[in-house]
Nanobody, 122 residues
Framework: QVQLVESGGGSVQNGGSLKLSCVVS????????VGWFRQAPGEEREGVAA????????YTAGDLKGRFTISQDNAKNAVYLQMNRAQFDDSAMYYC???????????????WGQGTQVTVSS
């Protein structure tokens, strides 16, 4: 059973930066796709970015490229999401998720963390 624990959420000023962390455990496969998703109140969940842990290949939503960067530290079993130049509409609950086969932000993910809240303030 894959388990994911997010951290690093909180308040960030408009235009500021924030780095979210996701620690992944309980898996034996090196071919894991880990993604970040977000959902604001009243909105549909949207994929932000994903990374295939074996190759490091990343996938990022087109409109978020340049501000959001996904990365990994295999030694720590961690995947990170760096947010730069934060905007008010980046405020949302951010979730880390994993799937075993295939990778991309439009895939169905089987394993989900509890989420970490990000609020962009003025």
């Amino acid at each position: 059973q894959v388990q994911l624990v997010e951290s690093g959420g909180g308040s960030v000023q408009n235009g500021g930066s924030l780095k979210l962390s996701c620690v992944v455990s309980g898996h034996t496969s090196t071919s894991l796709c880990v993604g970040w998703f977000r959902q604001a109140p009243g909105e549909e969940r949207e994929g932000v970015a994903a990374i295939f842990t074996e190759s490091g290949t990343t996938y990022t939503a087109g409109d978020l490229k340049g501000r959001f960067t996904i990365s990994q530290d295999n030694a720590k079993n961690a995947v990170y999401l760096q947010m730069n130049r934060a905007q008010f509409d980046d405020s949302a609950m951010y979730y880390c998720a994993a799937r075993l086969l295939g990778c991309g932000i439009r895939e169905d993910f089987q394993y989900w963390g509890q989420g970490t809240q990000v609020t962009v303030s003025s």
